[in-house]
Nanobody, 122 residues
Framework: VQLQASGGGLVQAGGSLRLSCAASDRTFGTYVMGWFRQAPGKEHEFVATISWSGGSKLYADSVEGRFTISRDNSKNTVYLQMNSLKPEDTAVYYC????????????????WGQGTQVTVSS
């Protein structure tokens, strides 16, 4: 499945952004989806993942309670609502998909979209 992320931008600390990731085909509904991020000079970091039905979600400790992952399979789209943003959330955010629940390592996700830049100013 091909993925395209959007919605990044520049926001002040404490602000909000919503990222979207649109998939190219109807197989999207069978995929577990994840959001990852990469800050300059750092490795890809897990942010959140959601099961194919949307019934199960996992979050990184660093974003728990501030970020919400959701999906709309009728629109082939997964979202990441980001609230109470902090400067340390600054990164390029990527969406990715895989078959099968329960993995959070970037290497476990085989389908990646291009990233969208999120910059949080202090």
């Amino acid at each position: 499945v091909q993925l395209q992320a959007s919605g990044g931008g520049l926001v002040q600390a404490g602000g909000s952004l919503r990222l979207s990731c649109a998939a190219s085909d109807r197989t999207f509904g069978t995929y577990v989806m994840g959001w990852f991020r990469q800050a300059p000079g750092k490795e890809h970091e897990f942010v959140a993942t959601i099961s194919w039905s949307g019934g199960s979600k996992l979050y990184a400790d660093s974003v728990e309670g501030r970020f919400t992952i959701s999906r709309d399979n009728s629109k082939n789209t997964v979202y990441l609502q980001m609230n109470s943003l902090k400067p340390e959330d600054t990164a390029v955010y990527y969406c990715a998909g895989r078959i099968g629940w329960g993995k959070t390592s970037p290497s476990d996700f085989g389908s990646w979209g291009q990233g969208t830049q999120v910059t949080v100013s202090s």
